[in-house]
């Protein structure tokens, strides 16, 4: 029995993975964590016999506290990290949103504990220091984001050196193929319409702008060491083929599976072993043809800035990261247009240059400048 505990169980992620859970004899959840919805926490946990949960949001966690008397109710940040690290636990799912993923990242890994990664901007920010304290303490990292699933498929099998280059598969979100004139006045809920996936509100909004792309760039560069212009990234509508590597012998293999988040939650809990999940087989035939076009950059500038602050490295990702949190933050809010959003990310990239990364405490404090300066720009544009 494989015991887990689940950060972001209530969100999309994670109340899949709960879905997961429940069909698997193999899998027993211990801990279950939030930002601040403690009544949906406390329902999971009542109904998966878990009795230690946290909420980052000392208030709700105090709520909780009051109304369920049938466990431990830790509060805060660092609640979410006693809830890792003070348990007993043989791998931790973080699906949490945003950098605030990035404290259960560090505490999995330097407890030795083995990590399923739905959160990649654990990565984008502290990639270099995340994949260091995992080789240190021996703990493995097993993605959950669909195309880094699928690579990890692909990949494993292979011999160093084999590999010559790998690639991204992008939706193209509900915009796909506007130009930018067309996007100017396009509304919060059409940018949360996406065509293939259902998934929570910011991942959402960074597949309309392609930052959820650049953000896989990165997270696929530290997970699998690959170099950035070997990384290509190739527009599919229909999300079928989630990956593709190219080999030194000019064999191309493909990950191929309809859009459904159950499949690489099921892999990433449950390797190295396989188990079923019920879904119906891939039907090429009704599928009958898969396209393919390259992504317009021009447009989705995000795909963009992503790739240069990859380049950069440093401090650049962690502040295009937090950069993005207060700007998608702000356009769900009706407080910044869509275009607005890269355009306030390349003013706080412009502003704030890369700077060496030695310690995380370099990451915290890039991530609150970033914040910052990001708010300030945001008022300046929705003024
Ligand atoms: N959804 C997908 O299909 C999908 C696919 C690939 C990768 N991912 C990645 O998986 C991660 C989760 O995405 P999601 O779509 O599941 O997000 P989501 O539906 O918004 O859920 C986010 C979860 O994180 C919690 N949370 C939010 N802010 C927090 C904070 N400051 N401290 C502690 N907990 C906090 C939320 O708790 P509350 O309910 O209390 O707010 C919720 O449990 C993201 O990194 C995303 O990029 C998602």
Redesign the pocket.
């Known amino acids: 029995m494989r015991r887990i505990v689940i950060?972001?169980?209530?969100?999309?992620?994670?109340?899949?993975a709960l879905a997961v859970v429940e069909h698997s004899p193999d899998l027993e959840v211990v801990g279950l964590?939030?930002?601040?919805?403690?009544e949906?926490?406390v329902e999971q946990a009542a109904r998966h016999g878990v009795t230690r949960i946290a909420?980052?949001?000392g208030d709700?966690a105090a709520q909780a506290a009051e109304s369920w008397t049938a466990g431990d109710v830790l509060g805060g940040?660092e609640g979410?990290v006693e809830l890792i690290t003070g348990g007993d636990c043989d791998l931790v799912l973080?699906?949490?949103?945003?950098s605030?993923?990035l404290g259960p990242t560090i505490a999995t890994l330097g407890e030795g504990i083995d990590l399923a990664l739905?959160?990649?901007?654990?990565l984008v920010v502290g990639g270099e220091l995340v994949m260091a304290l995992a080789a240190a303490t021996g703990a493995r990292i097993i993605p959950?984001?669909?195309e880094h699933s699928a690579l990890h498929q692909l990949i494993s099998s292979e011999r160093p050196g084999a590999v010559d280059r790998i690639v991204l598969t992008a939706s193209g979100g509900p915009f796909r193929g506007r130009t930018a004139a067309e996007l100017r006045d396009v509304t919060r809920e059409q940018a949360l319409s996406h065509p293939t996936?259902?998934?929570?509100?910011?991942?959402?909004i960074?597949s309309a702008t392609l930052m959820?792309k650049g953000?896989e760039l990165i997270e696929a560069h530290h997970l699998f060491g690959t170099g950035y212009d070997a990384i290509e990234v190739v527009v599919h509508p229909q999300s079928i083929i989630h990956a593709v590597v190219h080999l030194n012998d000019g064999a191309s293999l493909a990950h191929m599976g309809y859009p459904d988040?159950r499949v690489?939650i099921s892999y990433a809990l449950h390797h190295p072993e396989r188990v079923d999940v019920p879904l119906r087989a891939l039907d090429l035939v009704e599928l009958g043809a898969l396209t393919f076009e390259a992504p317009d950059t021009d447009t989705f500038a995000c795909l963009r800035l992503a790739r240069d602050a990859a380049r950069a490295g440093g401090t650049a990702p962690c502040v295009l990261n937090a950069s993005n949190e207060i700007a998608v933050h702000a356009f769900l809010e009706g407080g910044l247009g869509f275009l607005d959003i890269a355009r306030v990310i390349e003013r706080a990239l412009e502003e704030l240059p890369a700077r060496p990364v030695r310690h995380f405490s370099d990451l915290y404090e890039a991530d609150a400048e970033a914040r910052d300066l990001t708010r300030r720009l945001t008022e300046g544009v929705s003024a």
């Open positions: 950060v972001g169980s209530t969100g999309s992620i994670g109340t899949q964590a939030a930002g601040s919805s403690w949906p926490l909420l980052a949001d709700a940040a979410l973080n699906a949490l949103v945003g605030a993923g739905a959160n990649k901007e654990s959950v984001d669909s996936w259902e998934m929570g509100g910011k991942i959402t960074d959820n953000l988040m690489p």
